[in-house]
C-alpha cells in the first residue's frame, strides 16, 4: 500500500512539473500588432528600442520588391510607416551604427509570365528574374532620411554585423558567382564609406545565422557546398567563429542540428538559436520550433521548451532582454505579419525578479 501510495505521489508531482513548465512555456509568449505590410523577404533592426522592418516582396507579376520601411514601439504596441528605402529590394542586410540604419545589397525580384510549347499544347508558365545587388543606402530615424552610400564589392544577399564601429558582411548568395552560395567577407567603415577584404570563412554558407559576443562574430549552420541539383542542401551544422582583432576564422564545433533560416540572438553572453529548416534527400520539409542556447564561453549547448509554432526564414530581435519574433516567408510561399514576444527570463541584475520565480525555476532546470 504505502508503494502504491508513494508512485501515486511521484506521479502527481512528475505531471504536476510538466504542467508548470508547459504554462510557463505559454506564459513566456506574448502576441502583438501585426505587421501592417504583408510580405516576405524583409529585414529588421533596432534603433532607440524600436524595430524597423525594411524592403522585402510581395506576391503577384511584374516587380515584386518593395521598398516599404515600417517602424515598431513595443511601449505603444503599434506600427508607423516611414519613409521607403530609395531603392525597392528583398533581403537587403540591415545593420546600425550610431544610431544610423544601413541597408546593404539584396536582390531585385521580378515574376512573369511566359507562354510555351508543350507536347503540342501552350502552356502558360511563371518565371522570376532575379538581380542581385551591391546597393549600400543609410538611414537616419531621427530625420526620416535615406542617403546613397559606396557599394558592397560584391553584389549579394548576405548576412551582417557590427564589431568596432564597422559592419561586416559574411557570406550569402550571389548569381554573379559561380559557386552561387559564398565564403566571402567584406567590411564596411562608415567613418570613411569604404570597403575592404577580410579572411574568407572556412564554408561557404546561406541562411546561416550570424551574432556577435564578447566583440567575437559567430556563424552557425545554413546551407553550403555542393550545391545538389533540385534541392536546397546540404544543410551545416559547423560553427565558426572570427575574430577581428586577428582577421582569423576558426571552428569550434556544431549546432545539435543541421539547419537553415534559423535566427541567433545575443542576450548576456548567451546566444539564442531559433527555428529554422531542414531537409533531407527525398524527405519532406522540417520546420524547426526548438530554443536552443549557446555559451560561448563553456562552448556547451542548453534548451528552453519549444516555441508554441514551428519557424524558418523569421526575424528576431532583442529589447530590454526580450527577443521579438516577426514571421516572414512560409515554405508554402504565404508571408506571415505576426509579431510575438519570447520572454527570456534574463533580469538586469537591477531588476528585482519578484513574480518570475516560475520562470526563473524553469530557465534553471532546463539549464542542468
Known amino acids: 500500500m504505502k508503494f502504491r501510495l508513494t508512485l501515486g505521489i511521484l506521479m502527481l508531482t512528475a505531471l504536476s512539473i510538466i504542467n508548470v513548465i508547459s504554462l510557463v512555456a505559454e506564459e513566456d509568449w506574448t502576441q502583438k500588432a501585426n505587421m501592417p505590410t504583408l510580405r516576405s523577404g524583409f529585414r529588421t533592426c533596432v534603433v532607440n528600442g524600436k524595430i524597423f522592418a525594411i524592403g522585402g516582396h510581395i506576391d503577384g507579376l511584374g516587380d515584386l520588391s518593395v521598398s516599404t520601411v515600417e517602424v515598431y514601439d513595443p511601449k505603444t ?24 540604419i544601413y541597408a546593404i545589397g539584396g536582390t531585385a525580384l521580378n515574376k512573369f509570365e511566359f507562354d510555351a510549347l508543350v507536347n503540342g499544347e501552350v502552356r502558360r508558365f511563371e518565371r522570376w528574374d532575379p538581380e542581385d545587388l551591391p546597393t549600400v543606402e543609410m538611414y537616419d530615424p531621427a530625420t526620416d532620411t535615406w ?67 564578447d566583440g567575437k562574430i559567430y556563424v552557425m549552420g545554413g546551407t553550403g557546398l555542393p550545391i545538389i541539383l533540385n534541392h536546397p542542401g546540404p544543410f551545416l551544422s559547423s560553427i565558426e567563429v572570427y575574430n577581428s582583432q586577428k582577421n582569423h576564422w576558426r571552428e569550434i564545433g556544431d549546432m545539435p542540428t543541421a539547419k537553415s533560416g534559423h535566427t541567433a540572438s545575443s542576450i548576456n553572453g548567451k546566444i539564442y538559436v531559433m527555428g529554422g529548416y531542414f531537409r533531407g534527400q527525398g524527405q519532406d ?13 563553456t562552448g556547451r549547448w542548453t534548451q528552453k521548451p519549444d516555441m508554441p509554432v514551428a519557424k524558418a526564414g523569421h526575424k528576431a530581435e532583442v529589447i530590454n532582454g526580450n527577443i521579438y519574433i516577426i514571421d516572414g516567408p512560409a515554405h508554402n510561399g ?15 541584475q537591477s531588476v528585482d525578479p519578484v513574480g518570475k520565480l516560475l520562470k526563473t525555476w524553469a530557465t534553471i532546470k532546463t539549464r542542468e
Open 147 to 213: 542617403t546613397q552610400k559606396a557599394d558592397m564589392p560584391t553584389p549579394r544577399n548576405t548576412s551582417t554585423c557590427v564589431v568596432d564601429g564597422k559592419i561586416y558582411a559574411i557570406g550569402g548568395t550571389s548569381d554573379e558567382v559561380e559557386s552561387f552560395r559564398l565564403d566571402t567577407v567584406e567590411v564596411y567603415d562608415p567613418a570613411t564609406d569604404t570597403w575592404a577584404k577580410a579572411n574568407k570563412m572556412n564554408h561557404a554558407r546561406a541562411g546561416a545565422a550570424v551574432s556577435v559576443v
Open 285 to 297: 520539409t522540417k520546420d524547426f520550433k526548438t530554443i536552443e542556447i549557446y555559451h560561448p564561453r
Open 77 to 100: 504596441d503599434t506600427w508607423e510607416r516611414k519613409a521607403d528605402m530609395p531603392t525597392a529590394r528583398t533581403d537587403a542586410a540591415t545593420s546600425v551604427v550610431d544610431g544610423k
Open 334 to 348: 504565404t508571408p506571415f505579419a505576426t509579431v510575438e514576444v519570447y520572454n527570456t527570463g534574463e533580469f538586469p
